[in-house]
């Protein structure tokens, strides 16, 4: 198994920054890729950025050129800098981990922090 814990959400305002960690620990060896999702108030859970174990990044289209994800593999630690943020970007952000086990990719998440772009 993989635990997840993120850190580094809080309130910014509008077009500032904010910088989000992701440590995971457990059976690491097994993570294929890692990534942030996103959840306002009242909506689905969506995709942000995902990078693989190689740094391949993808990005959700309203993101791209603001947020970059990166990853330290000494630290097994993911990160998403968040620039220019906006208030629409407010939302509990989770991180993603797929996970390569017998028979299955399977999906483990984190408990997921706080961000929140003021007007």
């Known amino acids: 198994q993989v635990q997840l814990v993120e850190s580094g959400g809080g309130l910014v305002q509008a077009g500032g920054s904010l910088r989000l960690s992701c440590a995971a620990s457990?059976?690491?060896?097994?993570?294929?890729?890692m990534g942030w999702y996103r959840q306002a108030p009242g909506k689905q859970r969506e995709f942000v950025a995902t990078?693989?174990?190689?740094?391949?990044?993808n990005y959700a289209e309203s993101v791209k050129g603001r947020f970059t994800i990166s990853r330290d593999n000494a630290k097994n630690t993911v990160y998403l800098q968040m620039n220019s943020l906006k208030p629409e970007d407010t939302g509990i952000y989770y991180c993603?981990?797929?996970?390569?086990?017998?028979?299955?990719?399977?999906?483990?998440w984190g408990q997921g922090t706080q961000v929140t772009g003021s007007s």
């Open positions: 993603n981990a797929g996970v390569n086990e017998p028979l299955r990719l399977s999906d483990y």
């Open positions: 457990g059976n690491i060896f097994s993570i294929n890729f």
């Open positions: 990078i693989t174990s190689r740094s391949s990044t």
